[in-house]
């Protein structure tokens, strides 16, 4: 996506994330150390928080190990990289 508002927190306020390129969101009510720590979903809980994850790109799904492998397109090569977004409250 390149833009994204968020919307209904106190007082009505917003968050409005937006960018020059391209860019994935997820925004969870339980942080990435709580994901990574469940054995299940059902072990998730929401603590009352939001938590906004941005990512400048994503990999495609596939393996190989039962099927084929992600597609030459789909592929993120490993290294450096940088992107820039822009947040505005209101």
């Not at 007082?11 to 720590?37: H, N």
């Not at 790109?57 to 990289?81: D, E, F, T, Y």
Request: glycine share 14%.
């Amino acid at each position: 996506m390149r833009w994204a508002e968020l919307h209904g927190g106190p007082a009505g306020s917003s968050l409005r994330v937006s960018g020059p390129e391209p860019f994935s969101l997820a925004v969870r009510p339980w942080s990435a150390a709580a994901l990574d720590l469940a054995g299940h979903t059902g072990d998730l809980r929401p603590d009352g928080h939001l938590y906004l994850a941005l990512d400048a790109a994503q990999h495609g799904i596939g393996s190989a190990s039962r099927g084929p492998g992600v597609r030459p397109a789909h592929r993120l090569a490993a290294g450096p990289m940088s992107f820039a977004v822009e947040l505005l409250a209101g």
